[in-house]
């Protein structure tokens, strides 16, 4: 026998086998009388077997219902266990959105602080693609997130890092031997760029206020950290980074100089105040204290 019966159903028929009534177990579940008739009447038919004598006062467990009524409390209590402890377990983690690493030795230095309140304290670093400029807020998949600056969405922030922009030039670049270099140098190269949906990170990391109106080439579409310097080193297109970055990519193919006469990158971690959970507000106020320092 195939059957899929769900902990509502269950908790609806121990209310009424602990009520010996429809109406007053409906008045306890905070449901209409027939509703909860038509669903002991849908459990009785998923289980091929009726639970209840139906008397002219009141309701009586068959032996089927007697049967049944112990291991649905039991499965009951199982699960609000569960559930308490899953509640427990969420209370002591925090999820952290990234689009690339923050890096800056400062999440090492968050958690140490965090054990010495919590040992079983669980930080997570969740990997997003650029083509969510919120890293994961905006679906709630996180309870903070290490975001590059402009971000136009409605969430409290701090600026973690304002650090130089650089360019990533393959080795074989006309540019790659020197330590500075212009944005007027770099006009008519082709540019990777992020995602469209973006913008104006998108803008921002193309330079484009400091164009002046000079047109980008734009040589592909960028989503991560590792596609980004395969096209790069590979001589696709070059793209602009925050210094802080620069690590990801010094892996021989790929040089980076500074870009004199643009302003710097912003780092910033972002929260939902309206989800943020204690243990997250302690995080990013202990992020807050170590960029003060």
Same mark, same amino acid.
């Given at each position: ?7 509502? =159903? ?6 009424v086998a602990t009520e010996g009534s429809v109406t007053r177990a409906a008045q306890a579940l905070f449901i209409s009388q027939p509703a909860l008739s038509k669903q002991i009447r $849908? ?9 209840? =004598? ?30 308490? $402890? ?12 990234? *689009? ?5 030795? !400062? ?11 919590c040992p079983e304290v669980g930080l997570e670093m969740r990997q997003m693609p650029w083509s969510d400029p919120s890293a994961g807020l905006a679906e709630g998949t996180v309870d ?28 074989? *670049? ?21 995602? =469209? ?36 080193? +590979? ?17 021989? =193919? ?10 710097? $990158?912003? !780092? ?7 989800? !943020? +959970? ?16």
């Amino acid at each position: 026998m195939v059957m899929d019966v769900h902990l509502r =159903d269950l908790r609806y028929f121990v209310a009424v086998a602990t009520e010996g009534s429809v109406t007053r177990a409906a008045q306890a579940l905070f449901i209409s009388q027939p509703a909860l008739s038509k669903q002991i009447r $849908a459990l009785e038919n998923q289980l091929r077997i009726p639970l209840f =004598d139906r008397l002219p006062k009141h309701l009586r467990l068959t032996a089927a219902g007697e049967e049944l009524l112990p291991r649905a409390r039991r499965l009951l209590a199982e699960w609000e266990e569960g559930q308490q $402890a899953l509640a427990q377990k969420a209370n002591c983690s925090v999820v952290i959105g990234m *689009h690339t690493s923050p890096g800056r030795g !400062l999440m090492p230095a968050v958690r140490a602080r965090l054990v010495e309140q919590c040992p079983e304290v669980g930080l997570e670093m969740r990997q997003m693609p650029w083509s969510d400029p919120s890293a994961g807020l905006a679906e709630g998949t996180v309870d903070l997130a290490f975001v590059w600056s402009p971000l136009l969405l409605p969430y409290r922030r701090f600026v973690v890092a304002r650090e130089p922009r650089l360019v990533a030039l393959p080795r074989t *670049h006309r540019l790659a031997h020197r330590r500075m270099v212009t944005m007027a140098e770099l006009l008519d190269e082709p540019f990777l760029a992020l995602p =469209d949906s973006v913008r104006p990170l998108r803008d921002h990391f193309l330079a484009i206020d400091e164009r002046k109106g000079h047109p980008v080439t734009i040589a592909g579409i960028i989503n991560d950290t590792e596609s980004t310097y395969e096209a790069v080193a +590979s001589g696709v297109g070059i793209c602009l980074l925050a210094a802080g970055n620069a690590p990801i990519f010094a892996r021989g =193919d790929v040089v980076m100089p500074e870009v004199s006469d643009i302003g710097p $990158a912003e !780092l910033v971690l972002a929260w939902d105040e309206r989800r !943020l +959970s204690p243990l997250a507000d302690t995080v990013a106020r202990l992020c807050a204290e170590l960029v003060a320092v």
